[in-house]
């Protein structure tokens, strides 16, 4: 887009010269639905058509009555036909906040006089019902978390309804930070509005570029106002530096304002039994400073708050499962006053579905053939066809009757299957690939050509339906299919199986069909029956006894984990402070009503974390600080509890400050802190609990039960923790350097995605171009990066360096440092390079061996010694690293694609 001109306002404050960009709209993106020509409107706002953005859909155009004058106004109208309608739009800032602006306008435009009514989602969450029949036009606007660079947004007719239609879409950055004061969990959290109300102001609605940011300020006329009060020129005198939100000046000069002794209220009505975000905006223009108390729905949620002459502030509630809204003001002394207020549904953003999950359903679909249409995420707003979902898993999948003429090795990834049909797919050979599917219950093959009955069978523990008929499997049955304890449906009808049946499968609650072979039967002496009829046990009604296999596998995750987290927490640096504080700050659960102070971070009190752990019950690590203990929140999120002992360094503020930031900075390859608490001399922090272990335990762990690692999924772990630094290094605000990466601090969640964990406190860069900062060395040995131990200097790069040792690791399956083998293999960095550097790939991990593509694993290689680089300057950035790794990554899918 074009940047329009630029137009600096300066404003003199108390202390100093700020300058703030008041008119670049930079980042805006203003879409005309169905619109052919690009113009400029009365805000000085460039809109432009939206073609580029979207396939689908007719333009149309509707006559529009604006006031007293009538316009010809383009719209997008999406008839009933295949394939989603969506458009697709481009985020230029990922680590950032965005307004989504959605007008909606039938005004009969087809004649027909039948306003529409359809779903509209964005991103994964579905969003909203339009009813043009109840209002006609319809905006709705939401406050968006951004995760992707590009953000779906979708219609879905729906019965009777009509056909979808829209008129303009507006995106508009919003600053970094704001909007998540008191809300937890705020990036799974997407913000409809309700309100927006410029209070105190009568005189029509404000928005760009009075509002930098072109959010719309609804003047307060609808809602009886008792006196209104617009303050003098206050531009010279506050400091809204502690206001994330930067509402506009222009705004926050007039405030609805009551006489002394008198209650100030809003009756707001909302949409119905929700939770809703409440933010009160509050400026001291007058001479006195008024105190009050804020009740909202009867209930005192902040009492005596006081505001400054000369101060601007906000606060911040979270209401659970309200249906009606009503904010009052009580006086104390002086007026009660409030500048503006705004109001917000909060709308939960489906959880995302495992990107290893979403790389196998690609490579999937690729050898199918076939477009299926799958898109974004396999689960949410709607799941894909062919799929089904439980929450953010993806428990079925239904191919029957599609050429894939092989397993390919990617189902294996599916880890939460229950059904696999892939009946009549022209499946050759051995039945492979497919022992990892440990929730497997159905399992449909039938109508192939498999002769194989392969070796993985026995190991799906949960299996209850196993279909094999109309196959060509060859010799006896395998006695190791008895082990199937749940099985109670075994179809083997019309293959080439001879001999006995295994007495193993001979018992009450299995039925087991095995006509239509040569000779198959639990009676050995009936062999002679080539006509293949032979009797079948009984069937008998399943009483279901799951519990076994599941315990089997909970005890596994629960022993990978625990070591796992024995093993990150051994180098952790956790900076704790002691000073003695109330638990004023935390919740009263009763209330439903939240008031956070520190941001993201959850402030527990030492009460909620010894109920979490059920009073330190289960320890599964022990760092050189303390303990580390597993939790589970109230809401059933299980948490890792780091507890420490000793009380040094830091002092209170800095830690609160620090722990603060930390728990701002969430990333999904970022193992994310959930808040910490402060009280009785207890330091403790509180992070995400991940069930996978650390690369370093599945890597190198003497637990058996570790996974083999393949290359495509050691690519992915790689790709993670790249992104995961990349956004420490250059997403983050103030950047911030690990300074200990290193396998063992990157772990795995349950579905095999990595996170980078342990990055944190007192290590970020002070200041936005500091190319450097100085500090003792610290770090791991093997890890260290050589110019670091010699200058003390600390930049991005000596992360680059540590995370070079990691990526040799993942290429050579060996330990940084061993003191086995020849001297001059002690070293991984010393030993590899030369290898990797000539291409030479005899040193890579045995296990992988034969099953990568030379040329993704030249790529990773190459990347990998680059970084391990000894002069920093010829480093990589991570950036490259990732770019580079993702390249290597996307060559292996493809190889794993095309010899499928
Ligand atoms: C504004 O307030 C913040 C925090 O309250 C303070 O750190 C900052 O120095 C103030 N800025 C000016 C210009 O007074
Ligand atoms: C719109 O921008 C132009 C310069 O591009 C400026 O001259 C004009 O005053 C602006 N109009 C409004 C209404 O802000
Ligand atoms: C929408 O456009 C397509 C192709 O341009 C056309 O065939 C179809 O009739 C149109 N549908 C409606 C309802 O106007
Ligand atoms: C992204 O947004 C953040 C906060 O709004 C800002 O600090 C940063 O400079 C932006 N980055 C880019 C590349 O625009
Ligand atoms: C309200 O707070 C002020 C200090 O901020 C205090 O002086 C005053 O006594 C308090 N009033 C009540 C009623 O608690
Ligand atoms: C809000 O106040 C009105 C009248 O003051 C009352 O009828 C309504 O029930 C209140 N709503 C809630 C949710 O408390
Ligand atoms: C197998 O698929 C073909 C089409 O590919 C179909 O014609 C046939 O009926 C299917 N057979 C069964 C048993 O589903
Ligand atoms: C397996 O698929 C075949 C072909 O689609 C179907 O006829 C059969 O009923 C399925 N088996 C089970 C147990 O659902």
Same mark, same amino acid.
């Given at each position: 887009?074009?940047?329009?001109?630029?137009?600096?306002?300066?404003?003199?404050?108390?202390?100093?010269?700020?300058?703030?960009?008041?008119?670049?709209?930079?980042?805006?993106?203003?879409?005309?639905?169905?619109?052919?020509?690009?113009?400029?409107?009365?805000?000085?706002?460039?809109?432009?058509?939206?073609?580029?953005?979207?396939?689908?859909?007719?333009?149309?155009?509707?006559?529009?009555?604006?006031?007293?004058?009538?316009?010809?106004?383009?719209?997008?109208?999406?008839?009933?036909?295949?394939?989603?309608?969506?458009?697709?739009?481009?985020?230029?800032?990922?680590?950032?906040?965005?307004?989504?602006?959605?007008?909606?306008?039938?005004?009969?435009?087809?004649?027909?006089?039948?306003?529409? /009514?359809?779903?509209?989602?964005?991103?994964?969450?579905?969003?909203?019902?339009?009813?043009?029949?109840?209002?006609?036009?319809?905006?709705?606007?939401?406050?968006?978390?951004?995760?992707?660079?590009?953000?779906?947004?979708?219609?879905?007719?729906?019965?009777?309804?009509?056909?979808?239609?829209?008129?303009?879409?507006?995106?508009?950055?919003?600053?970094?930070?704001?909007?998540?004061?008191?809300?937890?969990? =705020?990036?799974?959290?997407?913000?409809?509005?309700?309100?927006?109300?410029?209070?105190?102001?009568?005189?029509?609605?404000?928005?760009?570029?009075?509002?930098?940011?072109?959010?719309?300020?609804?003047?307060?006329?609808?809602?009886?106002?008792?006196?209104?009060?617009?303050? =003098?020129?206050?531009?010279?005198?506050?400091?809204?530096?502690?206001?994330?939100?930067?509402?506009?000046?222009?705004?926050?000069?007039?405030?609805?304002?009551?006489? @002394?002794?008198?209650?100030?209220?809003?009756?707001?009505?909302?949409?119905?039994?929700?939770?809703?975000?409440?933010?009160?905006?509050?400026?001291?223009?007058?001479?006195?400073?008024?105190?009050?108390?804020?009740?909202?729905?009867?209930?005192?949620?902040?009492?005596?708050?006081?505001?400054?002459?000369?101060?601007?502030?906000?606060?911040?509630?979270?209401?659970?499962?309200?249906?009606?809204?009503?904010?009052?003001?009580?006086?104390?002394?002086?007026?009660?006053?409030?500048?503006?207020?705004?109001?917000?549904?909060?709308?939960?953003?489906?959880?995302?579905?495992?990107?290893?999950?979403?790389?196998?359903?690609?490579?999937?679909?690729?050898?199918?053939?076939?477009?299926?249409?799958?898109?974004?995420?396999?689960?949410?707003?709607?799941?894909?066809?062919?799929?089904?979902?439980?929450?953010?898993?993806?428990?079925?999948?239904?191919?029957?009757?599609?050429?894939? @003429?092989?397993?390919?090795?990617?189902?294996?990834?599916?880890?939460?299957?229950?059904?696999?049909?892939?009946?009549?797919?022209?499946?050759?050979?051995?039945?492979?690939?497919?022992?990892?599917?440990?929730?497997?219950?159905?399992?449909?093959?039938?109508?192939?050509?498999?002769?194989?009955?392969?070796?993985?069978?026995?190991?799906?523990?949960?299996?209850?339906?196993?279909?094999?008929?109309?196959?060509?499997?060859?010799?006896?049955?395998?006695?190791?299919?008895?082990?199937?304890?749940?099985?109670?449906?075994?179809?083997?009808?019309?293959?080439?199986?001879?001999?006995?049946?295994?007495?193993?499968?001979?018992?009450?609650?299995?039925?087991?069909?095995?006509?239509?072979?040569?000779?198959?039967?639990?009676?050995?002496?009936?062999?002679?029956?080539?006509?293949?009829?032979?009797?079948?046990?009984?069937?008998?009604?399943?009483?279901? $006894?799951?519990?076994?296999?599941?315990?089997?596998? /909970?005890?596994?995750?629960?022993?990978?984990?625990?070591?796992?987290?024995?093993?990150?927490?051994?180098?952790?640096?956790?900076?704790? =402070?002691?000073?003695?504080?109330?638990?004023?700050?935390?919740?009263?659960?009763?209330?439903?009503?939240?008031?956070?102070?520190?941001?993201?971070?959850?402030?527990?009190?030492?009460?909620?974390?010894?109920?979490?752990?059920?009073? =330190?019950?289960?320890?599964?690590?022990?760092?050189?600080?303390?303990?580390?203990?597993?939790?589970?929140?109230?809401?059933?999120?299980?948490?890792?509890?780091?507890? @420490?002992?000793?009380?040094?360094?830091?002092?209170?503020?800095?830690?609160?400050?620090?722990?603060?930031?930390?728990?701002?900075?969430?990333?999904?390859?970022?193992?994310?802190?959930?808040?910490?608490?402060?009280?009785?001399?207890?330091?403790?922090?509180?992070?995400?609990?991940?069930?996978?272990?650390?690369? $370093?335990?599945?890597?190198?762990?003497?637990?058996?039960?570790?996974?083999?690692?393949?290359?495509?999924?050691?690519?992915?772990?790689?790709?993670?923790?790249?992104?995961?630094?990349?956004?420490?290094?250059?997403?983050?605000?103030?950047?911030?350097?690990?300074?200990?990466?290193?396998?063992?601090?990157?772990?795995?969640?349950?579905?095999?995605? /990595?996170?980078?964990?342990?990055?944190?406190?007192?290590?970020?860069?002070?200041?936005?171009?500091?190319?450097?900062?100085?500090?003792?060395?610290?770090?791991?040995?093997?890890?260290?990066?050589?110019?670091?131990?010699?200058?003390?200097?600390?930049?991005?790069?000596?992360?680059?360096?540590?995370?070079?040792?990691?990526?040799?690791?993942?290429?050579?399956?060996?330990?940084?440092?061993?003191?086995?083998?020849?001297?001059?293999?002690?070293?991984?960095?010393?030993?590899?390079?030369?290898?990797?550097?000539?291409?030479?790939?005899?040193?890579?991990?045995?296990?992988?061996?034969?099953?990568?593509?030379?040329?993704?694993?030249?790529?990773?290689?190459?990347?990998?010694?680059?970084?391990?680089?000894?002069?920093?300057?010829?480093?990589?950035?991570?950036?490259?690293?990732?770019?580079?790794?993702?390249?290597?990554?996307?060559?292996?899918?493809?190889?794993?694609?095309?010899?499928?």
């Amino acid at each position: 887009m074009e940047l329009l001109s630029c137009c600096w306002l300066w404003f003199l404050l108390l202390s100093g010269i700020v300058e703030i960009a008041f008119c670049d709209q930079d980042g805006f993106l203003s879409l005309s639905c169905g619109g052919t020509v690009s113009y400029v409107d009365s805000s000085n706002i460039s809109w432009i058509p939206d073609s580029a953005y979207t396939n689908a859909g007719n333009m149309s155009s509707v006559v529009y009555l604006d006031g007293s004058s009538a316009s010809q106004i383009p719209v997008r109208f999406f008839p009933d036909s295949l394939g989603t309608k969506c458009y697709r739009l481009p985020i230029k800032n990922v680590s950032s906040l965005v307004l989504v602006r959605t007008q909606f306008v039938y005004k009969n435009y087809d004649g027909l006089n039948k306003p529409p /009514a359809f779903s509209v989602s964005l991103g994964r969450a579905m969003t909203t019902t339009v009813n043009l029949a109840k209002t006609d036009p319809w905006v709705e606007e939401f406050i968006w978390p951004v995760d992707k660079d590009t953000l779906p947004l979708c219609f879905y007719s729906i019965p009777e309804g009509g056909f979808p239609i829209i008129s303009s879409l507006e995106l508009r950055p919003l600053p970094q930070g704001a909007y998540n004061s008191g809300l937890a969990d =705020f990036t799974s959290k997407l913000l409809r509005k309700s309100y927006r109300i410029n209070t105190g102001y009568i005189d029509g609605s404000l928005r760009y570029p009075l509002d930098e940011y072109d959010r719309i300020w609804d003047a307060d006329e609808d809602f009886s106002p008792h006196h209104v009060s617009t303050a =003098f020129d206050i531009q010279n005198n506050f400091n809204l530096s502690n206001l994330k939100e930067t509402p506009p000046i222009a705004v926050l000069q007039s405030a609805r304002v009551l006489a @002394r002794w008198a209650d100030l209220t809003y009756n707001l009505p909302i949409d119905g039994l929700g939770d809703y975000y409440v933010v009160l905006y509050f400026a001291g223009i007058l001479p006195v400073s008024p105190a009050f108390d804020v009740l909202i729905n009867g209930e005192v949620v902040q009492s005596n708050y006081t505001v400054k002459r000369w101060d601007a502030n906000a606060l911040f509630f979270t209401m659970r499962g309200i249906n009606g809204l009503n904010i009052t003001l009580k006086s104390i002394s002086y007026y009660p006053l409030i500048n503006a207020l705004e109001v917000y549904e909060i709308l939960d953003i489906p959880l995302e579905t495992s990107s290893t999950t979403v790389s196998a359903l690609q490579v999937i679909q690729q050898s199918t053939g076939l477009d299926l249409g799958w898109q974004e995420d396999p689960c949410s707003p709607k799941s894909w066809e062919h799929i089904e979902c439980e929450g953010n898993l993806v428990t079925s999948l239904e191919l029957s009757s599609m050429k894939m @003429r092989s397993i390919s090795p990617t189902f294996g990834d599916l880890l939460d299957l229950k059904v696999l049909d892939l009946s009549n797919t022209s499946l050759p050979g051995e039945i492979q690939y497919l022992g990892s599917l440990q929730n497997l219950e159905k399992l449909n093959l039938s109508f192939n050509q498999l002769s194989s009955f392969g070796s993985e069978l026995e190991d799906l523990m949960n299996l209850q339906v196993l279909d094999l008929q109309n196959n060509s499997l060859l010799g006896a049955v395998p006695d190791s299919l008895g082990e199937l304890k749940e099985l109670h449906l075994l179809n083997l009808e019309n293959n080439e199986l001879q001999g006995p049946l295994p007495q193993s499968l001979n018992r009450e609650s299995l039925e087991v069909r095995a006509s239509g072979n040569l000779c198959l039967s639990f009676s050995t002496s009936s062999c002679t029956d080539i006509s293949g009829t032979i009797e079948t046990p009984q069937v008998t009604v399943l009483t279901p $006894s799951k519990s076994k296999g599941h315990k089997h596998i /909970a005890v596994i995750l629960g022993s990978v984990g625990g070591v796992a987290l024995a093993f990150s927490v051994m180098a952790i640096s956790v900076l704790l =402070f002691t000073r003695r504080k109330k638990p004023e700050s935390t919740s009263k659960p009763n209330a439903g009503v939240d008031i956070r102070n520190w941001n993201a971070a959850r402030v527990f009190s030492y009460k909620e974390i010894k109920a979490a752990t059920n009073n =330190f019950k289960e320890v599964i690590g022990r760092g050189s600080f303390g303990m580390v203990y597993l939790g589970k929140l109230p809401d059933g999120k299980l948490v890792a509890v780091k507890v @420490r002992f000793d009380r040094t360094q830091l002092g209170a503020e800095s830690f609160i400050n620090e722990v603060s930031l930390l728990s701002q900075i969430r990333h999904q390859s970022l193992v994310t802190l959930e808040g910490f608490c402060h009280e009785s001399k207890q330091q403790i922090l509180v992070y995400e609990y991940l069930p996978g272990g650390s690369l $370093s335990d599945n890597l190198h762990g003497v637990n058996s039960k570790r996974i083999t690692l393949s290359w495509v999924r050691r690519l992915k772990i790689a790709v993670d923790a790249a992104k995961g630094l990349d956004y420490l290094h250059n997403g983050s605000d103030p950047r911030i350097i690990h300074r200990d990466v290193k396998s063992s601090n990157i772990l795995l969640d349950s579905e095999m995605n /990595a996170k980078v964990s342990d990055f944190g406190l007192s290590k970020q860069m002070t200041q936005g171009d500091a190319t450097h900062v100085t500090t003792a060395v610290k770090g791991t040995a093997g890890y260290l990066d050589p110019e670091y131990y010699s200058s003390r200097q600390l930049t991005e790069k000596s992360d680059v360096y540590s995370f070079g040792v990691v990526l040799l690791e993942l290429i050579c399956g060996r330990e940084p440092l061993t003191h086995s083998g020849s001297p001059d293999s002690y070293n991984l960095v010393l030993w590899a390079k030369p290898y990797l550097q000539a291409g030479a790939f005899e040193i890579v991990d045995e296990s992988i061996k034969g099953t990568f593509d030379a040329e993704s694993m030249r790529r990773a290689a190459l990347i990998a010694s680059r970084s391990v680089e000894r002069d920093a300057l010829r480093r990589p950035s991570i950036a490259e690293v990732l770019a580079e790794l993702k390249e290597a990554y996307g060559i292996q899918l493809s190889h794993l694609a095309a010899i499928v």
